[in-house]
């Protein structure tokens, strides 16, 4: 359970400044990543970024900044997509901003403004995850039941890295920091 975890030191995952840590998911691929203004900003659509390092149990907590009609998502461990969107979706459709993609609708309707800088806290400790949009819960403790599309691979029981899902559209990402799970 998430409360008898004991967290270990926060990780930044990005330094404001270069892509160190960061990799793109397909080499040879289009990319857009760069820096940008102290984010890491997704100019045009292309490859994912994946990180260096890669994750058991953990809580994220980043901002993101999505252009008018974008889309994009994050990725735990590589296998678990949390959407972002700025569309206006039902809290009971599980491609709405902040659903484990496909699989897990959020509770209730968190809008992630575009344009704008969202914040996204996520605890993930096994399968059970936990996701808060803006400050707001809108998972809370919930199994996610497998790998959502576009999985790095199915190795559920094995640390992985967060991917940020570049392929869509432009997006921005900042104040990105990892807590893991102390073993």
């Given at each position: 359970?998430?409360r008898s975890v004991r967290w270990g030191k926060p990780v930044a995952l990005f330094d404001g400044r270069?892509?160190?840590?960061?990799?793109?998911?397909?080499?040879?691929?289009?990319?857009?990543?760069?820096?940008?203004?102290?984010?890491?900003?997704?100019?045009?659509?292309?490859?994912?970024?994946?990180?260096?390092?890669?994750?058991?149990?953990?809580?994220?907590?980043?901002?993101?900044?999505?252009?008018?009609?974008?889309?994009?998502?994050?990725?735990?461990?590589?296998?678990?997509?949390?959407?972002?969107?700025?569309?206006?979706?039902?809290?009971?459709?599980?491609g709405s901003t902040g659903s484990i993609y496909g699989m897990i609708a959020p509770a209730t309707v968190?809008?992630?403004?575009?344009?704008?800088?969202?914040?996204?806290?996520?605890?993930?400790?096994?399968?059970?995850?936990?996701?808060?949009?803006?400050g707001v819960r809108i998972i809370d403790r919930q199994a996610i039941p497998g790998i959502t599309g576009?999985?790095?691979?199915?190795?559920?029981?094995?640390?992985?890295?967060?991917?940020?899902?570049?392929?869509?559209?432009?997006?921005?990402?900042?104040?990105?920091?990892?807590?893991?799970?102390?073993?």
């Open positions: 359970p998430e270069t892509l160190a840590g960061w990799r793109p998911r397909h080499e040879g691929s289009r990319y857009g990543w760069t820096v940008r203004d102290g984010a890491l900003s997704n100019r045009f659509p292309g490859d994912d970024l994946v990180s260096l390092e890669s994750y058991g149990d953990f809580k994220l907590h980043l901002q993101f900044r999505l252009q008018p009609g974008e889309d994009s998502g994050v990725h735990l461990r590589g296998r678990y997509e949390v959407q972002l969107t700025d569309r206006e979706d039902p809290a009971a459709y599980a968190e809008r992630a403004e575009s344009d704008a800088w969202n914040t996204l806290d996520v605890t993930l400790v096994g399968r059970v995850v936990t996701v808060a949009l803006n576009d999985a790095l691979d199915a190795n559920e029981g094995r640390p992985g890295p967060i991917v940020l899902q570049g392929y869509l559209g432009r997006v921005d990402y900042r104040d990105i920091v990892v807590t893991p799970a102390l073993r």
